[in-house]
């Protein structure tokens, strides 16, 4: 019996693993993974905490900027004060001043410079407000596809953590060591099963791998889904159609035509129990 070196998963693949941006077969296949291994599944709760500040950092700066209402109307006030001490200043001596003020204060001067602050001060907080709303808008997508994908893999994780859940490891005979392997989490009461697996070798064209459910009570092997691995040699298959109430003494996989096939064609190229 051999013992296999535990190997974590990187922390870039961790990070994707967290936002929801792999592709679907190493997304479970890291699901998988991280169920069973405590370190790389305490570092996906850190990366998420991490995701979640800065969130909640975004969130925080679409609302109206710290003191924005107070400096606006300090602005009007200034401008008022000055229009008020301008009519309070020291009368200068001779008619011809006096004349010459009272014409200005009278003309529209003093409401044309008193606007012009007023329209400036309202253009410079609708274009503040503008660019944090935009920003928000931005981030609503982001987070409704992030919010979705947790919600997605917080079910998978609740369903491979189970205690209802088998997992039955899927074999060569003779097992060999480097060899293709899979790993089947079934639960007969919920109809549910989760597949993965690794190092296969490719398939011909026109043909596909086949996964079996082997019913206890000796009936006939069941068909779970069809999958082709990618060019690493990895392949899964998430919640494919299965009867509920059945219970497995056992799985296996076969060689079959692409579209699949009714009952298993020999030979069994992975099997467990």
């Known amino acids: 019996m051999t013992t296999r070196k535990q190997v974590h998963i990187e922390e870039e693949d961790l990070i994707q693993y967290a936002l929801g941006g792999l592709p679907d077969a190493r997304l479970f296949q890291m699901t998988a993974h991280i169920s069973m291994c405590a370190e790389c599944r305490g570092e996906v709760d850190r990366i998420r905490v991490a995701l979640g500040a800065f969130g909640a950092a975004t969130e925080a700066q679409t609302t109206l900027p710290a003191g924005a209402r107070d400096r606006f109307l300090n602005r ?4 008022s004060a000055k229009a008020e001490m301008a009519s309070v200043a020291p009368k200068a001596s001779g008619p011809s001043f006096l004349k010459r003020f009272l014409a200005w204060s009278q003309s529209p001067i003093p409401y044309q410079i008193l606007s012009g602050a ?3 001060g309202m ?3 609708a274009y503040d407000d503008a660019m944090h709303y935009h920003a928000m808008r931005q981030m609503v997508p982001v987070v409704a596809r992030f919010e979705a994908q947790v919600a997605r893999l917080s079910d998978l994780e609740q369903f491979l953590q ?3 859940v088998r997992e039955v490891s899927l ?3 003779p097992l060999n060591q480097m060899t293709p392997e899979g790993h089947a989490f079934y639960s007969s009461r919920l109809g549910k099963l989760v597949f993965t697996a690794s190092n296969l070798a490719p398939v011909p064209d026109g043909k596909a791998y086949e996964l079996w459910i082997l019913p206890r009570n000796g009936g006939a092997p069941i068909p779970a889904g069809t999958f082709t ?3 690493a040699g990895n392949a899964a298959i998430i919640y ?3 009867p509920a109430g059945v219970e497995a003494s056992g799985f296996g996989v076969t060689l079959e035509n692409a579209g699949g096939a009714t009952k298993p064609t020999m030979p069994i190229l992975l099997s467990g129990e």
């Not at 009007?76 to 401008?79: T, W």
């Open 162 to 164: 189970g205690s209802n």
């Open 118 to 120: 007023l329209a400036a």
């Open 76 to 79: 009007l006030q200034q401008e």
């Open 123 to 125: 253009v410079f907080f």
């Open 229 to 231: 691995p990618g060019p």
């Open 240 to 242: 494919p159609q299965i």
């Open 171 to 173: 074999h060569p005979k």
